[in-house]
C-alpha cells in the first residue's frame, strides 16, 4: 500500500511539471484528488488496512494530497501570471499608428450662402425674421393682390395641405406676417424655404430658399432709386466688385412698378449655358414698389405709407457663386460633393 501511494506521489508530481498544460493539471487532480480518484479510493478502502497501520497509511495519503493540492495552486498561479504578462505585452499601445478619423458635420453650402447674403443685408441695415412655411391662402396670396383666379392659386403649381393650408410659394408671406405685427419703419429679411410643383432639375428645385426683403416708411422716404442702388450694391458684395446687373420691367401682383435684376452669368461669362437659358444673364431677384392693396391689406394706408420689396432665390444665386451648374447637387446630399463647401470665405469664389 504505501509503495503504492509512493507511486502515485511520484507520478503525479512528475506529470505536475513546470510546463504542465491547463488540461494535463485538470487530469491529474482528477485522477487522484477527484471523487473518484485514486487518493479517495485508498481513504475509503481504509476499513480493509489492519487496525495498526491505519494511522501511518492515514496520514500519508493526506500528505501526499496536500502536496498535490499545494503543486496544482503552485503551476495554476504561474500559469495565470504568464497569461497576464503575455496579455500586457501582446496589447501594447502603438503610439505610432494613425488615429480614428472622427468624421466632422459642415455646413450645408445652401445654409453657408444664406448666411453669406443675410450677413451683407444686416450690414445694410435689415433685422432678420423667420415667418411660418406652412401659410393660409391670405397670407401667401389674398393679402398680396393675387386675383382669386390668379393661375399660381392652381393645383399644378401649390402644394395644398389638410385644413385649407397650402406650403408657401414665396417667402413674400413674410411682408404680411410682419407688417401685421409691426408698423413702419420697417427694414426687415425674411429667408426661408418656399414650395412649389417643379420637378427636381438643373435650375428648379420643389424646395429651395428665399429671402424677402423689404423696407417701408412715410410715403415718399423710400423711392425705386433706392430700390435699385441697394440691389446693385448687394450684387457687388456677394458676387464681387465686377459683376455686371441689369434691371428689367416684370411683374408681381404685389408691386408696381415691378422689375427683375439680372446679374451677368458666371457659370459661362455670358456664353450662354443650361443654367442661364443660353441668355447670358441669370435672373436673380424680383423686386417692386411695394402694391397699395398690399399695404391696405396690413391695414397701412397707401397715401401715407410706401415702400419697396425684393425676393431673391438663394439655390440659384448660390449655383452662380460657387460655380456649380446643377441645382440637383444641393438636394443629393452626396458628401464628396458636400465635403467640398467646408470653407466657403467671403466675397467671391
Ligand atoms: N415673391 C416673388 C417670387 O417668388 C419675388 C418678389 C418678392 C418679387 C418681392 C417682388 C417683390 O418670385
Given at each position: 500500500?504505501?509503495?503504492?501511494?509512493?507511486?502515485?506521489?511520484?507520478?503525479?508530481?512528475?506529470?505536475?511539471?513546470?510546463?504542465?498544460?491547463?488540461?494535463?493539471?485538470?487530469?491529474?487532480?482528477?485522477?487522484?484528488?477527484?471523487?473518484?480518484?485514486?487518493?479517495?479510493?485508498?481513504?475509503?478502502?481504509?476499513?480493509?488496512?489492519?487496525?495498526?497501520?491505519?494511522?501511518?497509511?492515514?496520514?500519508?495519503?493526506?500528505?501526499?494530497?496536500?502536496?498535490?493540492?499545494?503543486?496544482?495552486?503552485?503551476?495554476?498561479?504561474?500559469?495565470?501570471?504568464?497569461?497576464?504578462?503575455r496579455s500586457l505585452s501582446e496589447?501594447?499601445?502603438?503610439?505610432?499608428?494613425?488615429?480614428?478619423?472622427?468624421?466632422?458635420?459642415?455646413?450645408?453650402?445652401?445654409?453657408?450662402?444664406?448666411?453669406?447674403?443675410?450677413?451683407?443685408?444686416?450690414?445694410?441695415?435689415?433685422?432678420?425674421?423667420n415667418t411660418q412655411d406652412i401659410?393660409?391662402?391670405?397670407?401667401?396670396?389674398?393679402?398680396?393682390?393675387?386675383?382669386?383666379?390668379?393661375?399660381?392659386?392652381?393645383?399644378?403649381?401649390?402644394?395644398?395641405?389638410?385644413?385649407?393650408?397650402?406650403?408657401?410659394?414665396?417667402?413674400?408671406?413674410?411682408?404680411?406676417?410682419?407688417?401685421?405685427?409691426?408698423?413702419?419703419?420697417?427694414?426687415?429679411?425674411?429667408?426661408?424655404?418656399?414650395?412649389?410643383?417643379?420637378?427636381?432639375?438643373?435650375?428648379?428645385?420643389?424646395?429651395?430658399?428665399?429671402?424677402?426683403?423689404?423696407?417701408?416708411?412715410?410715403?415718399?422716404?423710400?423711392?425705386?432709386?433706392?430700390?435699385?442702388?441697394?440691389?446693385?450694391?448687394?450684387?457687388?458684395a456677394f458676387f464681387g466688385p465686377?459683376?455686371?446687373?441689369?434691371?428689367?420691367?416684370?411683374?408681381?401682383?404685389?408691386?408696381?412698378?415691378?422689375?427683375?435684376?439680372?446679374?451677368?452669368?458666371?457659370?459661362?461669362?455670358?456664353?450662354?449655358?443650361?443654367?442661364?437659358?443660353?441668355?447670358?444673364?441669370?435672373?436673380?431677384?424680383?423686386?417692386?414698389?411695394?402694391?397699395?392693396?398690399?399695404?391696405?391689406?396690413?391695414?397701412?394706408?397707401?397715401?401715407?405709407?410706401?415702400?419697396?420689396?425684393?425676393?431673391?432665390?438663394?439655390?440659384?444665386?448660390?449655383?452662380?457663386?460657387?460655380?456649380?451648374?446643377?441645382?440637383?447637387?444641393?438636394?443629393?446630399?452626396?458628401?464628396?460633393?458636400?465635403?467640398?463647401?467646408?470653407?466657403?470665405?467671403?466675397?467671391?469664389?
Amino acid at each position: 500500500m504505501k509503495e503504492q501511494l509512493e507511486e502515485i506521489r511520484r507520478r503525479s508530481l512528475a506529470e505536475l511539471a513546470d510546463d504542465a498544460s491547463e488540461a494535463a493539471i485538470e487530469a491529474v487532480r482528477i485522477r487522484t484528488l477527484g471523487r473518484a480518484g485514486e487518493l479517495t479510493e485508498i481513504m475509503r478502502g481504509m476499513r480493509d488496512v489492519p487496525q495498526a497501520e491505519r494511522p501511518m497509511l492515514g496520514q500519508l495519503v493526506n500528505q501526499i494530497k496536500r502536496e498535490i493540492e499545494a503543486r496544482i495552486e503552485e503551476l495554476k498561479s504561474r500559469n495565470q501570471q504568464l497569461a497576464l504578462d503575455r496579455s500586457l505585452s501582446e496589447a501594447a499601445l502603438d503610439v505610432t499608428l494613425p488615429g480614428a478619423k472622427v468624421p466632422r458635420g459642415r455646413i450645408h453650402p445652401v445654409t453657408q450662402i444664406l448666411e453669406r447674403m443675410l450677413a451683407i443685408l444686416v450690414a445694410m441695415g435689415f433685422e432678420v425674421e423667420n415667418t411660418q412655411d406652412i401659410e393660409d391662402d391670405f397670407h401667401n396670396f389674398g393679402a398680396l393682390n393675387f386675383p382669386p383666379n390668379h393661375p399660381a392659386r392652381e393645383m399644378q403649381d401649390t402644394f395644398f395641405v389638410p385644413g385649407a393650408m397650402l406650403l408657401r410659394t414665396h417667402t413674400s408671406n413674410g411682408q404680411i406676417r410682419v407688417m401685421e405685427r409691426r408698423r413702419p419703419p420697417l427694414a426687415v429679411v425674411c429667408p426661408g424655404k418656399c414650395y412649389r410643383r417643379d420637378d427636381l432639375s438643373v435650375r428648379a428645385s420643389p424646395m429651395f430658399t428665399q429671402i424677402e426683403g423689404f423696407m417701408v416708411d412715410r410715403r415718399g422716404r423710400i423711392t425705386m432709386a433706392h430700390l435699385k442702388g441697394l440691389l446693385a450694391e448687394f450684387a457687388r458684395a456677394f458676387f464681387g466688385p465686377d459683376t455686371k446687373v441689369r434691371f428689367r420691367a416684370s411683374f408681381f401682383p404685389f408691386t408696381e412698378p415691378s422689375a427683375e435684376l439680372d446679374i451677368h452669368c458666371l457659370l459661362c461669362a455670358g456664353a450662354g449655358c443650361p443654367v442661364c437659358k443660353q441668355s447670358g444673364w441669370t435672373e436673380v431677384l424680383g423686386c417692386g414698389m411695394i402694391h397699395p392693396n398690399v399695404l391696405r391689406a396690413v391695414k397701412l394706408d397707401p397715401d401715407e405709407y410706401g415702400g419697396f420689396a425684393f425676393g431673391m432665390g438663394v439655390e440659384r444665386t448660390g449655383l452662380m457663386a460657387l460655380g456649380i451648374d446643377d441645382m440637383r447637387l444641393f438636394f443629393e446630399n452626396d458628401l464628396r460633393f458636400l465635403a467640398q463647401f467646408s470653407a466657403i470665405s467671403g466675397g467671391t469664389r
